[in-house]
């Protein structure tokens, strides 16, 4: 059996990276790498095959069962701190489960679980984040506010932003925590056609994401806590694009951040991507593109279409605040050189782009694979060229 | 990336028991962000593809130090820049890997510098991580213990406290962070010590392990006594792994104690243990612990002085005085010390109130000391003194 860190089902690229985001949560104590392994073995003994979505969603919501229903013997011995650990375990099992289920009510039903984990959990174990609304058109974006530990005025802010298939409940920890150690608040942001806002608000994608990105910066302006004046735009994984187009469109904010680049041709993007899921080697569901994006009937040919759309040529070049451009050197999900490209085409007078090599590690997709040391990575970046605020 | 098999998590190299082991305990700091996983199984590939060299112990050795060196550079880097913070978080990886570096070494000036490596490391980061975290002398016998002690954030009055000793091969530095943490969040503060015979009390101050260890236990709770942090009527002494032994020994003698915790039991027959290790190393069995760890911990002089020492070290005729509340966990497929020692000391108990609980592979914790679920382990001892601690 090959069962190690990255590559935890061997060449099933679909299982391995999903389980690694899982995995990535590791060292903020939430998941239970035991567990995972646990369901690992029983996928693998189900024949690791990445078409089988059935024995996924079976095994991940299996294990999120277990966990939950001793958190709930935990919580009636008035064990609470014990519950809220299992809680978050719970949280995590099922909303990776959830992740390779086609959209319906058994998938919406499982991220209500998920959903209903996380918040037990939160509540017990992180009981100052604040769950908030985040004005947005005519109706709210839910998300974490963070606050900075041992700051009485106000303080730098990083409003982050997920990817494809992650939620606010992994960037409020990842980020979220070690932010708050740097002394800088953190609203992690379910945006549009992402986590909570595309499951149960039914909001899907959009690619002016400047509208939430404007939407973001005047929730936290109105925040005491918040120094106006430093405020960062950041993005992982398909954030990764989101991030230098509010950057760019909403000059209020003094730096951002793309946790990892997107591809810079999103279209040439999708049109591989039809032809590799023919092959079945994606590691991301076929859906999952069309179900983001609001598209009805799922149509992958209309999704193609609508990625005309999403470009940053002509609007990276816009973005003037100081721009940080992290990748890894083994990034399978998106190659490194997207990143070079993204980076050559920002028009900031300091910009950095800092690829992670496999010694240094750090190599995978959005550092999942050591995300303490690309969140670190980040936080001294900003400290030091954002809200040092040298020369500016 | 590393194409290397391996085995799983529990037993990353599957038929050597020593690495999966040590290995574990390395991993089993995990959720505290205190060493990255994804260095582990990098450590472990290039372990994996040696394994047919003869010499384990050099190859553990060698791997794990260059991973500590690479880490610590890296830390050393990170500091100079001013950038504290992530200096922290490579100095306590540095620090786990050159302590695990260390630990298949025979005792001498080899090992000395291994350690000393580690010290430097991980006392770089309890400093820019963990503020609330002091390194403090415990009195004893003229000389004194290696301590941490981590205050509870925001208690302000006196507060109950664990006083934490480690087993064979561990150290404050791991106890601090896997139980301190936890412990802090119920309110209580945590004195981890490196007691005679462990971590830095045994390797930098000389002090040899001994079966009398009511008289760590009794220095402890006087050092505690002196702090106005400390209810001194709430103060539970917790040992893990071979700490089993001597928490129950301490908790049997030292009645000051209000509760008692062995997070897994020690052997029961130790005497029989050190004779069915000494015959085993005679005919080339390895086990998982080091063949000189016992005779160094203790001090011994030769194999005939080691058993005379292990013959001490029996609860037999003492952990029927036990009059506190008391908890024995385990493991139920612990590899290290089988579950059915535990049942043994839970039995010899005489406390009025006592729990046995024993892990089970479904609910996870079921390795040794629970190490493959800490947390798990850790959350039920923290919810089981909160509960008989009053």
């Known amino acids: 059996m090959i069962n190690n860190w990255t590559d935890h089902f061997g060449d099933n690229l679909s299982w391995s990276n999903a389980t690694m985001v899982t995995k990535g949560m590791a060292p903020y104590g939430v998941v239970a790498i035991g567990e995972i392994e646990r369901i690992g073995q029983k996928l693998i003994a189900r024949g690791n095959n990445p078409t089988d979505k059935d024995a996924w969603s079976q095994e991940w919501c299996a294990m999120a069962e277990h966990v939950a229903k001793m958190g709930e013997e935990a919580e009636t011995k008035g064990r609470t701190l014990t519950a809220g650990d299992y809680f978050m375990r719970a949280g995590y099992y099922f909303y990776t489960a959830e992740r390779m289920v086609y959209p319906g009510e058994s998938k919406t039903s499982i991220y209500a679980k998920a959903l209903k984990y ?17 004005p947005y058109e005519n109706t709210t974006l839910p998300a974490y506010f963070v606050k900075a530990e041992g700051v009485t005025g106000p303080a730098p ?125 994606m590691a991301t569901s076929h859906f999952q593109i069309p179900w983001v994006f609001g598209i009805p009937d799922l149509d992958f040919n209309k999704a193609v279409e609508l990625m005309k759309n999403f470009t940053l040529e002509g609007i990276a070049q816009q973005v003037k605040s100081p721009f940080l ?68 | 990336m590393s194409e290397h098999k391996c ?29 990255s996983l994804r260095e582990i199984d990098e450590v472990a590939a290039r372990m994996a593809s040696r394994a047919n060299e003869s010499d384990h112990e050099t190859v553990w050795k060698e791997e794990w130090a260059a991973m500590a ?87 302000t009055a006196s507060a109950p406290t664990v006083v934490v000793v480690n087993g064979m091969d561990n150290c404050k530095e791991m106890s601090v962070i896997f139980a301190g943490l936890e412990f802090a969040k119920r309110g209580f503060h945590t004195l981890a010590v490196d007691g005679p015979g462990q971590g830095e009390t045994l390797r930098l101050r000389g002090i040899h392990g001994r079966y009398d260890y009511e008289l760590a236990g009794a220095a402890a709770f006087d050092y505690l006594a002196t702090r106005p942090e400390v209810d001194t009527k709430r103060i539970a002494i917790m040992g893990y792994s071979f700490g089993g032994y001597y928490a129950a020994r301490i908790a049997s003698f030292e009645k000051r104690y209000a509760a008692g915790v062995s997070l897994s039991a020690a052997y029961w027959d130790m005497y029989n243990w050190q004779l069915q290790a000494q015959k085993n190393r005679k005919a080339g069995k390895p086990g998982h612990a080091n063949p000189f760890q016992w005779r160094w911990v203790m001090g011994a002089k030769d194999e005939n002085d080691e ?76 919810d089981w003194l909160v509960a008989n601690m009053k």
């Open chain 2, 307 to 382: 058993l005379e020492i292990a013959k001490k070290f029996s609860l037999a005729a003492v952990a029927g005085n036990i009059e506190c509340p008391y908890l024995v966990t385990h493991g139920q497929t612990d590899k290290v010390i089988k579950a059915e020692e535990a049942p043994k000391l839970f039995e010899a108990i005489g406390s009025k109130n006592k729990q046995l609980k024993i892990f089970t592979a479904e609910e996870g914790g079921a390795e040794h000391a629970h190490v493959d679920d800490r947390q798990k382990g850790v959350a039920f001892a923290a």
């Open chain 2, 7 to 35: 085995g799983n998590w529990i037993e990353h190299f599957p038929g050597n028991a020593k690495w999966s082991n040590a290995i574990q305990i390395v991993k089993g700091m995990a959720p505290w962000g205190a060493v």
């Open chain 1, 157 to 281: 802010t990083v409003v982050v932003f997920d990817g494809l298939d992650n939620c606010k409940e992994m960037s409020s920890l990842f980020c979220g925590l070690e932010f708050a150690r740097r002394g800088f608040n953190t609203l992690a942001i379910d945006g549009p056609g992402q986590g909570e806002t595309l499951r149960i608000q039914k909001i899907p994608s959009r690619w002016d994401y400047e509208v939430p990105g404007k939407a973001a910066f005047d929730y936290v302006a109105s925040r005491k806590e918040v120094d106006k004046s430093k405020v960062v735009i950041m993005g992982y994984s398909f954030g990764g694009y989101c991030a230098p187009r509010i950057a760019a469109l909403d000059q209020r904010y003094a730096g951002g951040v793309s946790f990892g680049a997107m591809w810079w041709d999103m279209h040439a993007w999708l049109v591989r991507s039809q032809e590799q899921m023919k092959k079945g080697s």
């Open chain 1, 325 to 392: 451009v992290m990748h890894g050197k083994n990034d399978r999900i998106i190659p490194p050189e997207e990143a070079e490209t993204l980076y050559g085409k920002l028009g900031s007078a300091n910009k950095m782009l800092k690829i992670f090599d496999a010694s240094e590690g750090g190599a995978e997709h959005c550092q999942v694979d050591d995300r303490q040391a690309g969140v670190n990575w980040i936080a001294d970046w900003l400290a030091e060229n954002v809200f040092a605020a040298k020369g500016k």
């Open chain 1, 118 to 134: 996380f918040n037990k959990g939160f509540k017990i174990r992180y009981p100052k984040f604040e769950r908030v609304a985040v």
């Open chain 2, 69 to 155: 060196r690479t880490v610590a550079a890296e830390a050393d880097k990170a500091d100079a820049e001013g950038r504290k913070i992530t200096a922290g978080d490579f100095y306590m990886r540095a620090g786990n890997y050159y302590y695990s570096a260390e630990r298949m070494i025979p005792p001498g000036e080899e090992r000395l510098g291994y350690y000393k490596e580690a010290i430097r490391c991980y006392h770089a980061a309890v400093a820019r991580l963990y503020p609330n975290v002091e390194h403090v002398d415990v009195p004893y016998q003229g000389k004194a213990m290696a301590a941490f002690f981590m205050k509870a954030p925001g208690v």
